[in-house]
């Protein structure tokens, strides 16, 4: 995903109203399977708002998210040619719908592909997901959607918005389904973003295995000792990429039981306590003028942290 194409894009659809573009889109006709299974990109979710604007005739300002929900397709994300096999493979992504001037558009995301609007999927199109889109992906996903929904409201660019925190609640209503995490079944965390403008507010949240996110209206979850800990991550990416905290952006935070104490985080000769050790994963995201933007793990218990990505020689095992 070349990011600052993208930013070019939002930049003229915010200034020319009815001049879209997505980069990524593809039609049904021009679907090739992937050879490997795909994560998603940051910015796709994003991509298909612009996209549905263009599909529709639509402002972006006036289109809005409805939901989404992990899955895992096969190679043709759930859309099917006569004549073509799809290749079998575990691949992960999304469903997003979007309302788009009174229509509800449909779109099949996985890595930096985005294919829709898609009118007739197959009828066994995807797999809903306990795995594959997993909760820090989604969780960040949506986290730089909002931050691309602000940009359009503030008329900036993306790159002018720091996420400054990450404030997860509690699970809602029914207990998550085997394997599944809160943030996937009934869950809802709140995001901090900063602009010239000053403070803004939105909130992710989730029931069953959609998700969606959207922007509140007064100040949300807060907690002073987190947003401290996520103030210090920040500080801490900041010097190891020699850039200003303001181009430090946390995507996400999810509370995790690591199976040990080393929290996934696996390195040559190193003998890890093997003990439940309740900790965190958060995604943090650099944003520079000088090239792409860049996603970093860090994984911690208490207000101890690790910045994983960092770590010499260090196998970064998934969350459970």
Known sequence: MDVHRWLAILAAAVAIPGLFACVNRQDSAGVTPPTHAS????????????????????????????????VVWDGCLGVAQPGRACAQLAVSGLIARFDAAGQTLRYHLAGARVIGPVTNPTTSDAT????????????????????????????????????????????????????????VAGYRADIELESDAGPSWYRITSIGRSATVAPLESPGLA??????????????????????????SILSYVRIQWPDACLGIEQPGQVCAQAVTPGFEALLLVSSDRGPEHRYTYRGTGSHFVAADFVPMATILPAP
């Open 39 to 70: 994560s998603l990109d940051l910015a796709s979710l994003a991509d298909a708002r612009l996209d549905a604007a263009r599909a529709s005739g639509a402002n972006p300002h006036d289109v809005t998210l409805i939901d989404v929900q992990p």
């Open 128 to 183: 809903p997901s306990s795995t594959g889109t997993d909760a820090s992906s989604l969780e960040a996903t949506l986290a730089y959607y909002a931050r691309a929904d602000l940009a359009l409201r503030e008329r900036l660019t993306a790159h002018d918005i720091t996420v400054t925190a990450a404030f997860p609640g509690t699970c809602g209503p029914g207990l998550p389904l085997p394997n599944v995490s809160c943030a």
């Open 223 to 248: 907690d002073s000792a987190l947003a401290t800990l996520q103030q210090d991550m920040r500080a801490d990416l900041a010097r190891r990429v020699a850039l200003p905290i303001t181009r430090i």
